[in-house]
């Protein structure tokens, strides 16, 4: 699909925005190696100068991993950021990949349980989570079985056409996470989509269910998609291994008893697999985000 760039996109208070993407566009053709380098590099600069979201990762690290020590836990936030400052890099790269860079760069398990859930004809819901490296693995998992994606729509118009310029150049269908219709349309014709339901987005269409031990607003439209799409849902993971940089895309099934037909059941059953998966390498998960700055009714902001 083309996207044709609006000219109102040229206008001089978009300048900076552009240059942004220049900048990211460098960044995209440097060496695997350099974009490593950089990317830690970035990480460090990020934890020192921006406070606020190095209190955010450290509140979430405190909460998540009590059983860790004070070292322990301020290793594993030094860790997150950099993991982050190279997922900054690896984002630049998905945008502007030219696929033979990457197909050889990646190993990828499990892709039998989508071949079982389309045995039928039934579309496949992938549920995962933002990982750091979310667009350029999401990339790897469609070359080997091409897929959606549901995303949310950037703020900036400029960073809207570029990001959507990159993704509609490999998937099958990019959709706005508002757009349910198109979502159902496509479960229901067969298709796989990719939704990453681990954020939070508030109280509207949000349940409370333990998330690293923490009551945590978590989306119900993981199973009414499962059910208005009727389609299956297989859970997927990705990793970076840190010492051979190899990237690994980990299917699997999801609970067989989901959906419930119960809201707070399912989010519950969704939440646990999403934390095995994060477990695995924590510090690959995109901590700098409030996951739990909705709080039930009567509790005070744990930010």
Same mark, same amino acid.
């Given at each position: 699909?083309k996207?044709?760039?609006?000219p109102?996109l040229l206008h001089?208070k978009? *300048?900076l925005?552009? !240059?942004?993407?220049?900048l990211?566009?460098?960044?995209a053709?440097?060496?695997?190696r350099?974009?490593?380098i950089?990317g830690q590099g970035l990480? *460090?600069?990020?934890?020192?100068?921006?406070?606020?979201r190095?209190?955010t990762?450290?509140?979430?690290v405190?909460?998540? @991993?009590p059983?860790?020590?004070? &070292?322990q836990?301020k290793k594993?936030?030094?860790d997150?950021?950099?993991a982050?400052?190279?997922?900054?890099?690896? &984002?630049? *790269?998905?945008w502007?990949?030219?696929i033979?860079? &990457?197909?050889?760069r =990646?190993?990828i398990? $499990?892709?039998?349980?989508?071949? /079982?859930?389309?045995?039928d004809?039934?579309?496949?819901?992938?549920?995962g989570?933002h @990982?750091?490296h979310?667009d350029?693995?999401g !990339?790897m998992?469609?070359?080997?079985?091409? #897929?959606?994606?549901i =995303?949310r729509k950037?703020?900036?118009?400029?960073f809207?056409?570029?990001?959507? +310029?990159?993704?509609?150049?490999?998937?099958?269908?990019v959709?706005?996470?508002?757009?349910m219709?198109?979502?159902?349309r496509?479960l229901r014709?067969g298709k796989?989509? *990719?939704y990453s339901?681990d954020?939070?987005? $508030?109280? %509207?269409?949000?349940?409370?269910?333990? @998330?690293?031990?923490?009551?945590a607003?978590t989306?119900v439209?993981?199973?009414?998609l499962a059910?208005m799409?009727?389609? +299956?849902p297989?859970?997927?993971?990705h990793?970076?291994?840190p010492v051979?940089?190899? =990237?690994r895309i980990?299917l699997?099934?999801?609970n067989? /008893?989901?959906?419930?037909? %119960?809201d707070?059941?399912?989010?519950?059953?969704i939440?646990? #697999?999403?934390e095995?998966?994060?477990r695995v390498q924590?510090?690959? =998960?995109m901590?700098?985000?409030?996951? @739990?700055?909705?709080r039930?009714?009567?509790?005070?902001? !744990?930010?």
């Amino acid at each position: 699909m083309k996207t044709t760039i609006d000219p109102s996109l040229l206008h001089p208070k978009y *300048w900076l925005s552009w !240059l942004a993407i220049l900048l990211l566009r460098i960044v995209a053709i440097l060496p695997f190696r350099a974009k490593l380098i950089a990317g830690q590099g970035l990480g *460090w600069l990020v934890f020192h100068l921006v406070k606020k979201r190095r209190h955010t990762v450290q509140t979430n690290v405190r909460l998540c @991993f009590p059983e860790l020590n004070a &070292i322990q836990q301020k290793k594993m936030v030094r860790d997150i950021f950099a993991a982050n400052g190279i997922g900054f890099f690896e &984002i630049a *790269w998905a945008w502007w990949a030219n696929i033979k860079d &990457i197909e050889q760069r =990646y190993d990828i398990e $499990g892709l039998e349980h989508i071949e /079982a859930a389309k045995a039928d004809g039934s579309g496949v819901l992938l549920v995962g989570a933002h @990982f750091v490296h979310l667009d350029l693995c999401g !990339l790897m998992a469609n070359h080997s079985s091409p #897929m959606g994606v549901i =995303y949310r729509k950037n703020n900036n118009p400029v960073f809207e056409y570029i990001i959507t +310029k990159g993704r509609n150049r490999f998937f099958e269908n990019v959709i706005e996470r508002s757009d349910m219709r198109n979502i159902v349309r496509q479960l229901r014709d067969g298709k796989s989509i *990719w939704y990453s339901p681990d954020q939070d987005f $508030g109280r %509207d269409q949000a349940v409370f269910a333990p @998330f690293f031990g923490i009551q945590a607003a978590t989306l119900v439209a993981t199973s009414r998609l499962a059910k208005m799409g009727r389609s +299956k849902p297989v859970g997927i993971a990705h990793y970076r291994d840190p010492v051979t940089h190899r =990237y690994r895309i980990v299917l699997t099934p999801v609970n067989e /008893a989901f959906p419930t037909g %119960d809201d707070q059941k399912d989010a519950t059953l969704i939440n646990a #697999m999403l934390e095995k998966a994060i477990r695995v390498q924590p510090e690959q =998960y995109m901590w700098v985000h409030r996951r @739990f700055k909705t709080r039930p009714e009567g509790e005070p902001s !744990l930010y």
